[in-house]
């Protein structure tokens, strides 16, 4: 094993011995951002809104084995995962108990989403969201309704307490956005075009200027610190590795992941140096994702190539009631096709918000708290 291999398995371990005591605890730290959280993003981040979507197609998470290790409950909660997501504990570690409530269950009545927006935040997060409002059309909430969705949050909370007081709380807040992968896939799939030089930077163009215009819009709002987590081994899913005969990541897949995440650092150093006062931390799923599958053991999972729920080859035909059920479901990074188990989840989010410097740039996550001007 290479010198440099090993150090990063090195501080996989740190960051995982860090973890092991709070597994799936709520966090029981002092509270570090008394403002709010905003979330948005996809099926790694929603917590329940596509349970509020009609449709045949619409892809939700209220049917076991989803949920199954969901602290108080063991339920299905509208989460792809067997217990928290990526925006749960990103939430705990801030503080909170988990993410805040979907928007689609506070929209109906405009006291309690006031109350919960200036309480906890609200996340706008959606399965099969794109950056793009053609990927997945019809079947979620895209990039831009999520961010008029919070716009309408926003209308109702200037008009209940007034600009000052949305401006103060919005300022202290955090906005976690994640996404892009759907986007990814669709245009993959898509094989005539996946492998044109000039169609797939046009791809870049169109998923950097909607990226833009989003944290653009929400700075306009009076969003101030934006903790965004960047696209992963997008080929090494167990929905991309049963497309090839021998369960192999796609190359080509990766490459488009990691040809867009050096397009999203770009902006965002750039967005920073032209709006006074941004303040972002962009975490690299995509280089934790890299290190962790280099020695799976060293990082406390067996299996890091098929899902834990799910049928067909590899797991990767979707985690159905009848679907089999892996034994441990904590030495599976992969809860089903698509998504990280819960245990990955946090791993994946202690490095994230304090752990190696490699992991997020310019800051972490933590320091993005401070930074909102928070203790």
């Not at 899902?307 to 089999?324: V, W």
Request: charged share 15%.
């Amino acid at each position: 094993m290479g010198y440099e291999l090993a150090m990063k398995i090195l501080v996989i371990c740190l960051v995982l011995g860090a973890a092991a005591g709070s597994m799936i605890r709520p966090s029981k730290t002092l509270r570090q951002v008394p403002a709010a959280i905003f979330v948005f993003g996809d099926s790694t981040m929603d917590v329940g809104n596509n349970n509020y979507l009609q449709g045949k197609n619409v892809p939700r998470a209220n049917q076991p084995y989803h949920g199954i290790d969901m602290p108080g409950s063991g339920k299905p909660s509208g989460r792809f995962s067997n217990g928290y997501n990526t925006a749960d504990f990103v939430a705990q570690r801030m503080g909170f108990v988990s993410s805040p409530p979907p928007y689609l269950s506070l929209a109906p009545s405009s006291d309690n989403l006031i109350q919960t927006a200036f309480a906890t935040g609200v996340n706008y997060a959606s399965s099969g969201a794109g950056i793009l409002d053609s990927t997945n059309a019809g079947n979620n909430i895209p990039l831009s309704r999520q961010v008029q969705y919070f716009n309408a949050t926003w209308s109702e909370m200037v008009a209940s307490k007034g600009s000052g007081a949305v401006t103060a709380l919005l300022s202290r807040s955090i906005f976690l956005i994640g996404l892009g992968g759907n986007d990814l896939s669709a245009f993959a799939n898509a094989a005539e075009h996946a492998h044109d030089s000039g169609d797939v930077a046009a791809f870049y163009g169109s998923l950097i200027s909607h990226y833009s215009a989003t944290i653009t819009e929400l700075y306009a709002m009076g969003a101030r610190r934006f903790a965004i987590i960047n696209v992963g081994l997008a080929g090494c899913l167990p929905v991309a590795r049963v497309l090839d005969a021998a369960g192999a990541c796609s190359e080509r897949r990766n490459e488009l992941a990691a040809g867009f995440n050096a397009a999203l650092r770009s902006l965002l150093a750039g967005l920073a140096a032209r709006l006074p006062g941004l303040a972002y931390s962009l975490a690299d799923s995509y280089g934790i994702m890299t290190d962790i599958f280099a020695d799976p053991a060293a990082s406390g999972f067996a299996d890091v190539a098929s899902a834990c729920c799910g049928g067909g080859r590899l797991g990767a035909a979707g985690c159905m009631p009848t679907s089999p059920l892996c034994a441990d479901r904590d030495r599976h990074y992969f809860w089903d096709g698509v998504h990280p188990s819960q245990r990955a989840a946090e791993v994946r989010v202690e490095a994230f918000y304090d752990g190696p410097a490699q992991y997020t740039t310019p800051i972490n996550f933590k320091q993005l708290v401070v930074a909102s001007g928070t203790q």
